[in-house]
């Protein structure tokens, strides 16, 4: 029996100190969440609190972004495990300390209203510090790490030494081995270093980011679009069939002006240049007229040798010899009247 109350003791000991810690406490909230991205408890939602030591996940095509208590803002892109790992508040809307642990995946960090001495990133490579910045940063399967400057100033330190970063775009690649290249501006030359294309989705715009944080990036990094394996792949495009063209037309050239030319003879009215072979002539003097031309002057005779005569001639002779019987005759008459006369 005595042997039984040192246990009941201790228990009683452990469910006190339980009841007497205090819950975990809330350091932030999440502002925006896309497909899938859990917490300790399960799955995050906007507006969902996010405390200190918890461990924040997002799948393969996830994206969260959060606010943290004093303006700091952290956004968690596809496939990233990271770890709230201290967070020490104060009464002035800062914080005294905010670690962050980032196992794996890709990340953009923004401070906050703390001091830049208040602000360190663990990764396995190394070491971020943050002097008033924006930055990119990944976190590779083995470890190593990348970090790309968009505003401010930062350092990696690491096995091998530390850079400094300091102008926009400047980026430092480090291995958990202490291997490190020279801050340079970043390319998408990258990408092959990491060994992974869909690295740094926020500055190749694959991921896109809500907010003042999305207007950071850039870097000549948004003409790399890798596959997203998320993603099902668009048919491939039909190249339409060629049009065919009609060929260009020729300018109808000008039409020249030509001469004007005599109407052609109608029949339904009378013509005097063309002969009439339908119609007899008659060469019958005519007294009862005062001598005028021949309608049908030139027309209607033919000459001994099939050709068309000149008719006109012909009857203007013929008014000829009529004129000079009518003459002749007029002076046997009077001829005869002055016989008469003298007989009588």
Not at 176 to 204: E, I
């Amino acid at each position: 029996m005595w042997g039984r109350r040192p246990f009941f003791h201790a228990l009683l000991i452990a469910f006190c100190s339980a009841q007497a810690s205090p819950a975990a406490e809330p350091v932030g909230q999440a502002v925006l969440i896309k497909t899938e991205v859990t917490g300790q408890s399960g799955p995050i939602a906007v507006n969902t609190s996010v405390h200190r030591d918890e461990r924040i996940r997002t799948s393969p095509s996830g994206l969260g972004q959060f606010l943290f208590r004093d303006g700091t803002k952290l956004a968690v892109g596809w496939g990233s495990s990271v770890v709230i790992d201290k967070y020490v508040f104060d009464d002035t809307q800062s914080v005294r300390k905010l670690t962050i642990k980032a196992a794996k995946g890709t990340f953009r960090w923004v401070s906050g209203n703390s001091k830049s001495s208040a602000y360190q990133i663990l990764t396995p490579a190394g070491t971020i510090g943050v002097r008033g910045t924006a930055f990119d940063f990944y976190v590779g399967p083995d470890g190593t790490t990348a970090v790309v400057l968009l505003n401010g100033a930062a350092s990696f330190c690491g096995p091998g030494g530390c850079r400094q970063l300091q102008q926009r775009c400047d980026c430092v690649v480090a291995k958990p081995n202490g291997d490190m290249t020279p801050a340079r501006r970043v390319d998408p030359s990258v990408l092959d270093t990491l060994g992974n294309l869909r690295a740094l989705p926020f500055l190749s715009g694959n991921q896109r980011l809500a907010g003042g944080i999305g207007m950071l990036g850039g870097c000549n990094m948004a003409s790399v679009m890798p596959e997203r394996k998320d993603r099902t792949r668009p048919p491939p495009a039909v190249a339409p069939a060629p049009q065919r063209q009609d060929p260009p037309q020729r300018q109808a050239e000008p039409q020249k002006e030509r001469p004007n030319k005599p109407d052609k003879p109608h029949h339904d009215r009378p013509h005097h240049d063309k002969p009439h072979h339908d119609r007899p002539h008659y060469d019958k003097p005519h007294h009862d007229k005062p001598d005028r031309p021949d309608k049908h002057e030139g027309h209607g005779r033919h000459d001994d040798d099939g050709k068309p005569g000149n008719h006109g001639l012909d009857h203007r002779e013929h008014g000829r010899h009529h004129d000079g019987d009518r003459d002749h005759k007029i002076d046997r008459n009077h001829d005869r009247n002055r016989d008469f006369k003298r007989g009588r």
